[in-house]
């Protein structure tokens, strides 16, 4: 399914950050990507199935869950982190700003994806 | 005519800060002097030398040296800045700041160009056979005036924020001018008289904020900006420069946000 | 050991820099934090020692990171950074303002590039800034005047926790006695956040349209009719309601946040904010205030600009300093591979920059000054353990109003710790020795 992808903080993703980063709190907090209701409904899981979201910059594993700061069809939003950085537009169109906001994904359900740590991914690119 | 070729013989390992290539520097000058004119590289102070084989001497006319660049440049950094005449010829990518704050003289670049091309022009000429970056003929940081004279070509596409703060003026007879076949966004933002020729399409935001000045789209734009106003349709627009195009173009007002009785006027082709 | 209570304690997390913090220590360690916000509570107690903390110096050794004394971690630091021909150093905004003005004079001996968080945060707000200016006023302004309040792009729950109940929405101010109910909250964002679910009116805009809303409040606010029926899928109807509400106001404020700043537009959203906000003072009192996440990232942009000119991304290889986001901003830097060593300080770019920044940093040397394991210092090839600023050194921090507070130590490092400023200020004798100055 196609989605309009954006990051951002949540309070969740604030305290993991605390002194947490290697810690499963992070993963918790951030490996995950929130769908709108009536959206989720569609991909025909249970709430935390791994999924995989795709964009032109990559793909990264993280659970799915179901938003409480809905509705809003058609979006996703995965908490800033390595998750949301592995798949964002790094395009800063000359103003040292990155895209982490707004980026054309695609979702699928995968029913044994492993979610990575927020080490293990930037081990992956090393 | 005097000609002094330049050809890449290391390619930097940084960005290469190269303001000292430009006629102005290499007026008078030998071969053994041009090849001693400074350059940055990281924070190494270096000569132009140790980058560059070096071949000719410069003339003491200034509009009568001919710079000709070679190699691969794209992380040399501001080729003929503040140049005043003379010509450059660049054969390949060019780094960013390529002709900023030039007055005068022609500059060719037969291949890309970084971000920065052009910015803050004064005068002269700047053609990009091929695409150019973000900031093409724009104003500096926090600079109300930009480009103020002089004509940008860009045979491709140029990036966002291209001729942003544009600073022309019909009585003092500056107009300052880009040409580009294809355009991301805020193209001629803020723009103050500038003159836009856009061949192709632009992505969105087109002249935003544009208090006079005219920007002329042959193809489509992305998303309009709300805050124009369609005023008709002309067959033929007549350029503040004396410039006419002959086609059938959709001519907006705009944009009202920033001034209700703007000056800023924007064809769509229809 | 008897229990140590320190009240009215500086939070070193937010930019909205909480100063009515309670903190209980008993034995050097805190075991009770009072006031703060969930994320607030969560960094005093992660100065408490633990496996996630460093309180040696790291050195990697045959690909692990090992123990080292700080003699050996701050000599092969420096050589780092003294042989570097394009050092990059990136972070400085959750740390002190001492330790920020020595870092602009060990980065201007090195002749590298100088870059702080706002780079990716509201660096694109300091440019439209530097554009268009700034209507602004300070926080208790906001509390005791405001009474319509519009939070644009920015979830101040989730965020700034405690901003609403401090300044902008709950609390009781001087011309505002009744608090909420005295203010108009207005919220524009995509998604119905927990903010918006709080607020008297939620804007559902399409994401990545904030500029063209912007513009068509500011061509109606002129008098214009617009052509179109809806802009950024917001009716004209209600853009027209929300200009007279904007307009009727006593004494309006926007806080916005990284909503304006990481999507298409970038500064260029700011930019026409700022304007808007400029255009509103013809018909009411209007300011506006960034909403800025790292506690001491307004102090970076402070304390550079007063010592360098310029707010974030500065260059000092040619020995003068020069500015430009875009060239010489960290992340353009990374993924043009223009640099030769990466000196992080409090931050953490492995998880917040793009992925093509981070493969490339990971490439060449990495030092992290970094308190706590992080990605960044976990895959650092020197990692110097500081003290916490605000909880285990002094200093000063400013607010996101660009007020300045002191922050207090309220407890001792752990043992082998120095703060920030005192290893900048060994690195700048240890360059400065190798360089021969």
Not at chain 2, 45 to 62: E, R, V
Not at chain 2, 120 to 135: D, F, K, Q, R, V
Not at chain 2, 243 to 259: L, N, P, R, V
Not at chain 3, 312 to 328: A, L, V
């Amino acid at each position: 399914m196609k989605f309009f992808l954006t990051s951002g903080r949540t309070i969740d993703q604030g305290v993991a950050l605390e002194g947490q980063k290697l810690g499963r709190e992070n993963i918790k907090a951030c490996a995950i990507c929130e769908f709108d209701k009536d959206d989720f409904k569609k991909l025909d899981c249970m709430i935390g199935t791994p999924v995989k979201v795709t964009t032109k910059f990559g793909e990264v594993v993280v659970y799915s869950q179901i938003t409480e700061q809905g509705p809003h069809p058609g979006l996703i939003f995965i908490p800033m982190g390595p998750w949301a950085n592995a798949i964002i537009d790094p395009e800063t169109y000359g103003t040292g700003m990155p895209s982490y906001k707004g980026t054309d994904a695609e979702v699928e359900v995968v029913k044994s994806g492993k979610i990575l740590s927020a080490l293990e991914i930037v081990k992956s690119y090393k | 005519m005097s000609k002094i070729e330049l050809t890449l013989k290391k390619e930097p390992t940084f960005s290469l800060e190269a303001e000292s290539i430009s006629p102005d520097n290499f007026k008078g000058k030998t071969q053994k002097d041009i090849g001693a004119l400074r350059v940055f590289h990281g924070n190494e102070k270096l000569s132009l030398k140790d980058f560059f084989d070096i071949k000719g001497t410069a003339g003491n006319n200034l509009d009568d040296i001919e710079i000709v660049v070679n190699g691969n440049l794209s992380k040399v950094k501001r080729i003929g800045e503040k140049m005043s005449g003379g010509a450059i010829t660049i054969n390949g990518d060019v780094g960013m700041h390529v002709g900023n704050t030039m007055s005068g003289g022609k500059i060719v670049v037969n291949g890309n160009a970084a971000d920065w091309a052009g910015a803050m022009m004064e005068g002269g000429e700047l053609e990009i056979t091929e695409n150019a970056g973000n900031y093409v003929g724009a104003a500096y940081r926090g600079n109300w005036e930009g480009m103020t004279n002089g004509v940008i070509k860009v045979k491709g596409s140029v990036g966002y924020e291209s001729m942003i703060w544009a600073r022309g003026s019909t009585p003092k007879k500056r107009f300052p001018k880009l040409i580009c076949g294809s355009a991301g966004q805020f193209l001629g933002l803020h723009n103050h008289g500038g003159i836009i020729i856009c061949e192709g399409d632009a992505e969105a935001r087109v002249a935003a904020d544009q208090a006079r000045g005219f920007v002329v789209v042959k193809g489509k734009i992305g998303r309009m900006m709300p805050s124009f106003k369609k005023i008709g349709e002309v067959s033929e627009i007549e350029l503040p420069d004396g410039e006419k195009i002959s086609d059938k173009f959709i001519e907006y007002s705009g944009d009202h946000a920033t001034s209700a009785k703007t000056k800023g006027r924007l064809f769509v082709a229809k | 050991m008897a229990k140590v209570v320190k009240e009215d304690v500086v939070c070193p997390f937010c930019g909205t820099l909480c100063d009515d913090i309670k903190i209980i220590i008993e034995d050097n360690e805190i075991i009770e934090v009072d006031n703060a916000c969930a994320i607030g509570t969560a960094k005093f107690y992660s100065s408490n020692v633990s496996e996630h903390r460093y309180t040696k110096p790291m050195i990697r050794n045959n690909g692990k990171l090992e123990e080292a004394s700080w003699d050996e971690a701050l000599n092969k630091a420096a050589e780092l950074l003294a042989n570097a021909k394009r050092p990059l150093s990136y972070g400085w905004s959750s740390t002190e303002c001492d330790a920020q003005r020595k870092a602009v004079e060990l980065i201007e001996i090195c002749g590298g590039i100088l870059d702080n968080t706002a780079s990716v945060c509201h660096g694109p707000s300091i440019l439209a800034i530097q554009d268009v200016g700034c209507p602004t006023s300070t926080l208790g302004e906001y509390k005791n005047r405001a009474d319509l309040v519009l939070f644009w792009g920015s979830n101040p729950v989730h965020a700034h926790p405690r901003h609403m109940s401090r300044y902008s929405d709950f609390i009781r101010g001087y011309f505002r006695v009744d608090g909420r109910l005295d203010r108009t909250i207005i919220v524009v964002d995509p998604r119905n956040t927990h903010t918006a679910q709080i607020a008297d009116m939620h804007i559902k805009i399409n994401p990545g349209e904030d500029y063209e809303l912007f513009n068509a409040i500011r061509a109606i606010l002129r008098g214009a009719e617009l052509d179109v029926k809806k802009v950024a899928g917001v009716p004209v109807k209600q853009i027209k309601e929300l200009v007279e509400i904007l307009k009727s106001c006593k004494f309006g404020v926007l806080f916005f946040g990284l909503g304006l700043t990481m999507t298409k537009g970038k500064h260029r959203n700011v930019d026409a904010g700022i304007s808007l906000v400029r255009e509103l003072n013809d018909h009411t009192k209007f300011n506006l205030t960034p909403m800025r996440g790292h506690y001491n990232v307004s102090g970076a942009n402070i304390v550079f600009t007063w010592s360098t000119g310029y707010p974030y991304s500065i260059d000092f290889s040619k020995d003068y300093p020069r500015y430009n986001p875009g060239e010489f901003s960290a992340v353009d830097i990374l993924k043009t591979n223009d640099f030769d060593v990466t000196l992080v300080i409090a931050s953490d770019p492995a998880s917040n920059f793009p992925k093509d920044a981070v493969i490339n940093m990971l490439k060449k040397p990495l030092i992290s000054i970094e308190p706590h394991k992080t990605p960044t210092s976990e895959m650092a090839d020197i990692v110097l353990p500081p003290a916490i600023a605000g909880i285990e050194c002094e200093g000063t921090a400013y607010r996101m109003d660009k007020i300045p507070l002191r922050l207090r130590k309220v407890k001792n490092a752990p043992e082998g710790c120095m703060a920030d400023a005192e290893i900048v200020e060994k690195l700048i004798e240890k360059v400065k020795e190798l360089k021969g100055e």
